[in-house]
């Protein structure tokens, strides 16, 4: 009958509202995270960055040694900042 109906589709908006609560302090809590990551200073971002290329010596990477250029490929795809900050560190090219 309709009230079945109309029944499901409060059911459905109340879990929709529901969702889009849950969505929304998600991306609160990340907001937080994301501006923290911003206050970081260039000099110190780009050292992480450099001890986080992989290490080329065959000896620790026997069976496929990665790309020392294609790490700082990747981090420049992450945010306007990290690209900014990657294509200024001359050590990681």
């Not at 609560?21 to 609160?28: C, G, L, P, R, W």
């Not at 065959?58 to 294509?87: D, F, H």
Request: proline share 8%.
């Amino acid at each position: 009958s309709l009230e079945i109906v109309m029944d499901r589709i409060k059911n459905l908006h109340q879990q929709l509202i529901e969702k889009k609560d849950k969505i929304a302090q998600s991306m609160n809590l990340h907001k937080g995270l994301v501006s923290r990551l911003w206050r970081f200073p260039s000099e110190l971002l780009s050292q992480i960055f450099y001890y986080c290329l992989p290490d080329t010596d065959p000896k620790i990477n026997c069976l496929s040694p990665p790309s020392r250029l294609k790490a700082p490929m990747l981090l420049i795809g992450i945010c306007r900042r990290w690209r900014e900050v990657a294509t200024s560190t001359p050590s990681l090219w």
